[in-house]
């Protein structure tokens, strides 16, 4: 397994659920949300949606797999085990040791045949935070 760090040094949110996060953000933000979150329980069915450190997440039932960050332009979509995908279409950004995300400032933007391979890469990747 590999290790995951995760290190935040501001104030997070507090949601209660991922549906309290979704309701929070923007109008276009829920719109990209919401067409991750119908990608997401199509191909990974068995992960559950919560909140960590502030943010929507798919976990499964140990660890947290994606997350969805938004910020002022737009969302982040992304994979705790991220630098361990294999890119093809090299849309994960990042610098950290395992972190990626991709970012989608439209509906138009969430690419589902290019983020599919992402999605069911992560549901089964083995890491540990």
Not at 18 to 44: A, C, M, N, P, W
Not at 50 to 57: E, I, M, P, S, Y
Not at 85 to 101: E, F, I, T
Request: charged share 20%; aromatic share 10%; hydrophobic share 35%.
């Amino acid at each position: 397994m590999i290790g995951v760090g995760i290190c935040y040094n501001h104030k997070m949110d507090r949601y209660e659920s991922f549906d309290d996060y979704y309701q929070s953000q923007s109008k276009v933000h829920q719109q990209i949300i919401e067409k991750l979150r119908g990608l997401v329980t199509e191909l990974s069915p068995s992960l559950q949606e919560t909140v960590k450190w502030g943010n929507g997440c798919w976990a499964n039932t140990k660890l947290p797999v994606m997350f969805v960050h938004c910020k002022d332009d737009h969302v982040q979509f992304g994979f705790y085990g991220g630098a361990l995908l294999s890119d093809p279409d090299k849309l994960l950004k990042g610098g950290g040791q395992y972190v990626r995300h991709v970012p989608l400032a439209r509906t138009d933007d969430v690419n589902t045949l290019a983020l599919e391979p992402l999605i069911k890469q992560a549901t089964t990747l083995n890491y540990k935070l």
